[in-house]
Structure formats: C-alpha cells, structure tokens
C-alpha cells in the first residue's frame, strides 16, 4: 500500500508545508508516502491510480474520529490497496471528482486554511499508523 496526498492549489506557507511533510516522512516508515500539487485539467486520478480508494476531503463530507481514521488506513493495508487522499483548492473540490470519489471526509465543522488542512491530515495518517502499531505517539 502507498499513500498519497495530493492538493490542489500552490503552498502558500512553507512552514505548513513542513509540517507536513515531516509527518508523512514519519508515515513513511510504515508505508511509502507521497505529497504533491497537482492541476485537476492535468491529470485523471482514476487513470494515474485505477485501484486506489479515492479519499477527498470535504466540509460536506464523513466526520471521522482518528479510531475511525486508523480503521480505514488499517483496511487499506490489508486489501493491498493504495490510499489517494485529495484536498481541494479554494474553491473546493472539482464537482465531476467529488461525485466519484469513494468516500468524502470532514476534518471538522470548522474551516482551516489549506495548508493547515494539509498538516492535519497528513498527522492523521501518522497517528493511524502509530495506532495500528501501538507506537507510544499517541499516548
């Protein structure tokens, strides 16, 4: 399985960025992960990771506490299946996306700005995969 979290829409804030990264690097001794920009008319998530479950992030979407989070990733793990998770720019997910998305999530009721939503993901992936290894993080 490998894990990737993509967004649309340039980091503004490279310390936000780092945060995020720092956690995804964290997650990668679990699992290969991956984030990057990406322009919605430049590439088809569905071509680029046909098996993958797609994840978006949206405010409309599934709250999730980080149990349920860890869940999720751990399911991921033993289908074999690659995890995309995606959060949309300013102005949200592309429609066509959100509607074949396999599943959509809410952070929370309330409203981050992208690169803060961008370090609070990927700290949920971290966590989920500490949790499913019972890693001293989350205590």
Known sequence: MKIYLYFIGKPKDPHANAIAEDFLARAGRYSPCEMREIRPERIDLWTKHPTARKIFLDPAGKPMDSAAFAAM?????????????????HDGLPPAW?????????????TFPHELARAMLAEQIYRGFCTLRNHPYIR
């Open 98 to 110: 959100r509607a074949r998305a396999d599943l959509l999530v809410s952070l929370s009721a309330m």
């Open 73 to 89: 990733i751990s399911k991921g793990e033993m289908e074999g299946r690659d995890l995309v998770f995606l959060i949309g720019g």
